[in-house]
């Protein structure tokens, strides 16, 4: 987790939370542009969240890219995901996804 972090930060300001009601506060108090969640941590909860955000910011269009130890992008929730990446992935191709995801591609990185 801590590798995507450092990596996604040369171009975005990362919140990292690992519950449900962080991620909601979070998202109402700040423009959060995408979401990147590994849903099968905590037995599966990842899944829930994807359903907590879309009913809590239903006129928002929040892309939701996963990254997963599983391969299950054919599931009825992974249906509603911007992205769906099977680990391994490397943290420098975690971050060019999710810059294209945001139509940003070619970005510089941020300033330190």
């Keep these: 987790m801590e590798l995507y972090q450092r990596e996604l930060s040369k ?14 506060a979070a998202m109402a108090q700040r423009d959060v542009q995408a979401v990147v969640i590994e ?22 269009a929040i892309p939701v890219i996963v990254c997963s130890t599983r391969d299950t992008r054919y599931g009825d929730p992974a249906r509603k995901v911007a ?5 391994p992935v490397l943290p420098k191709t975690l971050r060019e996804i999710t810059l294209e995801v945001l139509g940003m591609r070619g970005a510089a990185p941020r300033p330190a």
């Design 39 to 60: 849903p099968e941590i905590r037995s599966g909860q990842g899944w829930d969240l994807i359903q907590a955000i879309q009913a809590a910011f239903p006129g928002r």
């Design 83 to 87: 992205r769906y990446l099977t680990k």
């Design 11 to 24: 171009s975005f300001t990362v919140l990292a939370y690992t519950d449900t009601q962080g991620v909601l």
